[in-house]
């Protein structure tokens, strides 16, 4: 069973950072492709970035530029680095990992960006 844990998130103004982090129990993003996606209460999930195991990346249109998909060398960890950030930000963010039969979730993290 794999299992993601995410970690930071919070609070931010409009123009700031964060990162956020998905730790897995093993080295599985060399096999799962690692992905971020947001959710507003009432609306589908939708997907933000995602990591191939190859490396390859891919964003969503209203991120790119802005935000960052990469993970450690040991392929344990995905991160996702969001600049610029904008009240339509707003949202929970959840990690995955994915190899397509299988696809695991993190608990979601809370991101919001408000003055």
């Known amino acids: 069973q794999v299992q993601l844990v995410q970690s930071g998130g919070g609070l931010v103004q409009p123009g700031g950072s964060l990162r956020l982090s998905c730790a897995a129990s093993?080295?599985?993003?060399?096999?799962?492709?690692g992905g971020w996606f947001r959710q507003d209460p009432g609306k589908q999930r939708e997907l933000v970035a995602s990591?191939?195991?190859?490396?390859?990346?891919m964003y969503a249109d209203s991120v790119k530029g802005r935000f960052t998909i990469s993970r450690d060398g040991a392929r344990r960890t995905v991160y996702l680095q969001m600049n610029s950030l904008k009240p339509e930000d707003t949202a929970v963010y959840y990690c995955?990992?994915?190899?397509?039969?299988?696809?695991?979730w993190g608990r979601g993290t809370q991101v919001t960006v408000a003055s």
């Open positions: 995955s990992a994915d190899n397509g039969p299988n696809v695991y």
């Open positions: 990591i191939s195991p190859g490396g390859t990346t």
């Open positions: 093993g080295s599985i993003f060399s096999r799962y492709t």
